[in-house]
């Protein structure tokens, strides 16, 4: 008990600690959100819903919902199937797949769009085979969509590939021995013990793909109303030093990461829960 007591770091200690982690959120967050939130609303309500509801913003807010809306999928199909085949397989090259998987966190997202640009641009490997068939990439939403894709990848499996590995094979074997099939397995057996971590991991890539900037600068052409996402519109309107616009659509990305903070908190209440529950 004695040896315990002089672990325990003191009161003023643990207060200082705290105030400094309060001092650094309120600079780096909520100091920077109050500021979005302020220039935002200066005009008021109707000048904020003014400014998300023109026409451009409202192109930009169904672009931006496009894009996450194919991308996230696409990933979270990928995620679950790049996780099982790493946590549930033996086979060479596992190493150089899950370094695969970690390409886009190295990888500056504007080079990543540079890469696309070169291979499907009007003067790129494939440009002169798209324009014969009249195939739209670049400065179009297939652009969009395979920046955001590539820049969102890792998400979903970085979340599920330590989880399914420590959860091992042992439930899989077990259902498969029972005569269940590779379908019912996945669906009765997989999934409900990857919930969390998929819907987890779901989130963060939803959450990226609606902020991506660099990539989808790359690829976009900055075309008004057709091809700006609302990170891209937002610096249309800051170059045009139509702040308060800029702003207010700004403020609707600000509120995107709360209700991802929010998500995200809830999830891990959910999961310490259920582990809590199990044991």
């Excluded at 297939?142 to 590995?165: D, K, N």
Aim: some cysteine; aromatic content about 10%.
């Amino acid at each position: 008990m004695r040896r315990a007591s002089h672990l325990r770091e003191p009161a003023a200690i643990k207060a200082l600690l705290t105030l400094v982690a309060l001092a650094y959120v309120a600079l780096m967050l909520l100091l920077p959100l109050g500021a979005v939130l302020s220039q935002a609303f200066a005009d008021g309500w109707r000048g904020w819903l003014a400014a998300v509801t023109e026409p451009d913003a409202r192109s930009a807010i169904r672009l931006t919902l496009l894009v996450a809306g194919i991308s996230v999928p696409l990933n979270m199909i990928f995620g679950i199937a790049a996780s099982w085949a790493i946590s549930k397989y033996d086979f060479r090259g596992k190493s150089i797949l899950i370094t695969l998987i970690e390409l886009p966190f190295s990888v500056s997202p504007v080079v990543s769009g540079l890469v696309f640009v070169l291979l499907f641009g009007a003067q790129g490997w494939f440009g002169g085979w798209l324009q014969q068939h009249d195939i739209e990439i670049i400065f179009a939403l297939p652009g969009l969509v395979l920046a955001t894709v590539f820049v969102t990848f890792p998400f979903v499996a970085r979340q599920l590939i330590p989880l399914m590995t420590a959860q091992g094979r042992g439930d899989e074997e077990a259902a498969l021995t029972l005569g269940a099939s590779g379908w019912q397995t996945f669906w009765h057996v997989t999934l409900p013990n990857i919930r969390f971590g998929l819907l987890y991991g779901v989130l963060l890539c939803n959450a990226r793909a609606m902020g991506e900037f660099g990539a989808v600068s790359v690829v976009s052409g900055h075309i008004r109303g057709e091809t700006n996402t609302m990170p891209l519109h937002v610096e249309v309107l800051y170059n045009e030093y139509n702040f308060i616009a800029a702003f207010a659509v700004a403020s609707l990305l600000a509120l995107l990461a709360v209700v991802t903070l929010a998500l995200k908190s809830a999830l891990e209440w959910r999961y310490r829960a259920a582990i809590a529950a199990r044991s």
